[in-house]
């Protein structure tokens, strides 16, 4: 006997689309589809299902009920199954086609992103990849609202439904002037800064990590300085606007404002920062997802 559904699969591309965007219109621009065709592909979804899966807020948007972030869940995971199942079915299994969106943490951005994408040009060329930057919050947003199949980040808080992978720990070391007295140093106590200023990385989550490691040693962070912007710190530090706490270290000294910085160990036991590769947990790595993972892997395994 055929089995017959209720709803269509462009019906759930459709209302996938309209759940990230949470905007008929702006989804119908992405679809390049008619705005009516979308509402009603929509409502004819809704009564298939006997449910709302929308509250609709006049000039305001879209709001998803409880049906709606079940349903769109579950649509996530049945596109990546059925996506790795056009995959897995090509002439050419060893190779990998099509799209995949990574959402990347912005400050390991710089870091990862050039020499992975370098890499999968060489691994796969019929893989396009879309990158998406942010900060912790925002890549686990892309993952949750279907932006993004893949996210690199920190293991910082990223609640439930999310799938980590590790791939590198990254511990945390001092910068410091180039002229600063202590700068020649190898190590260093985080108490010989304890009346220093601070220059604050400050992002949600990370800037959290950064102050709990100098309250852990018992210092109080005379904290000066904040910015968002990786290198906007080193430049201030470089400067002598006082010393920071950063996880990453570019191969190169020299700031934006011209001036160097020195990057020195701490010696007190302060957590590292892992590296992660993260999906949501009820979906399916995708051949793609699991090609990009395992590129990341293999640039930080040991040589």
């Known amino acids: ?16 689309e309209c759940a990230r965007t949470l905007n008929m219109t702006a989804a119908s621009a992405e679809l390049h589809v008619a705005q009516s065709a979308v509402s009603t592909a929509i409502t004819q979804l809704e009564r298939s299902l006997g449910a709302s899966l929308f509250i609709r807020q006049h000039s305001k948007g879209l709001i998803l009920t409880s049906a709606g972030e079940t349903l769109l869940r579950d649509s996530h995971h049945l596109f990546a199954t059925l996506t790795d199942t056009i995959d897995s079915i090509r002439s050419d299994q060893r190779d990998v086609h099509g799209s995949i969106t990574v959402a990347c943490f912005k400050t390991l951005a710089p870091f990862v992103l050039p020499r992975l994408l370098s890499s999968l040009r060489e691994t796969h060329p019929g893989l396009d990849v879309i990158v998406l930057e942010g900060d912790h919050s925002e890549c686990l947003a892309a993952l949750r609202d279907g932006s993004a199949e893949l996210a690199v980040t920190y293991d910082l808080p990223s609640g439930d439904g999310i799938e980590n992978t590790m791939v590198a720990e990254f511990r945390p070391h001092v910068i410091l002037a180039r002229s600063h007295p202590l700068a020649s140093r190898e190590r260093i106590a985080l108490a ?32 000066r300085y904040r910015s968002t912007s990786y290198e906007t710190v080193r430049s201030m530090v470089a400067m002598g606007l006082g010393f920071s706490i950063l996880n990453q270290r570019p191969r190169t000294a020299q700031t934006y404002a011209g001036a160097e910085i020195a990057a020195v160990e701490i010696s ?7 590296m992660e590769v993260s999906s949501l947990a009820q979906v399916r790595r995708s051949s793609r997802a699991r090609a990009v993972e395992q590129a990341i892997g293999a640039l930080f395994s040991p040589a």
């Open 192 to 223: 010989e800064l304890a009346d220093e200023p601070f220059v604050l990385l400050d992002l949600p989550s990370s800037s959290d990590y950064f102050v709990r490691i100098l309250t852990d040693a018992g210092i109080t962070p005379n904290l």
């Open 1 to 16: 006997m055929v089995q017959r559904f209720p709803i269509t699969l462009t019906q759930l591309v459709y209302f996938a």
């Open 268 to 274: 007190d036991d302060a957590a590292g920062l892992t």
